[in-house]
């Protein structure tokens, strides 16, 4: 299961008891705010997508909306989201806990912009029903993230 990859992957870093679980879905940005009681903002939510044959995550805040002009310009294609199918064959979470760790190797993550506003925020951690608590740093670290891009719209207060 997604969640004890995930659950593995912190363990190398001593943050394994950070990864909540919740008996209620964490799967949508909304949900996941209410199971952690904190703005949908803070949800760091993780999108996958094709670029050029190659599976990609792009981390961004919970109430950011991909922006059409400003992804073509950065990856060169019209934005493609994976379908549930593909984004657990090749990423390796199912859609609802798709997080940037314990991914499959091919993949590469990259962090938007509008996360930069905040001290922390909470990704999923493989599963519909999880989350951890990372500060920006943290998510840097831990999501292998290529670069910081700007991709969204509608977050910018």
Avoid at 112 to 133: H, Q, Y
Wanted: proline share 3%.
């Amino acid at each position: 299961m997604a969640i004890e990859k995930v659950k593995e992957y912190f363990s190398k870093y001593g943050m394994a008891d950070r990864v909540k679980e919740f008996d209620v879905s964490s799967a949508t940005v909304e949900l996941a705010a209410q199971a952690l009681g904190c703005e949908p903002c803070r949800i760091a939510k993780t999108l996958s997508f094709m670029v050029n044959g190659q599976a990609v995550l792009i981390v961004t805040a919970g109430d950011a909306k991909i922006d059409n002009p400003k992804y073509k310009a950065q990856f060169g294609t019209k934005a493609k989201m994976l379908t549930p199918n593909e984004a657990e064959s090749l990423v390796g979470h199912a859609v609802g806990g798709v997080c940037p760790f314990a991914i499959n190797e091919d993949v590469s993550v990259y962090l938007d912009d509008s996360l930069k506003r905040f001290s922390s925020v909470f990704p999923a951690c493989g599963s519909s029903n999880s989350a951890i608590e990372l500060s920006i740093a943290e998510l840097e670290k831990h999501s292998g993230s290529i670069c910081w891009i700007d991709v969204c719209k509608n977050w910018q207060a």
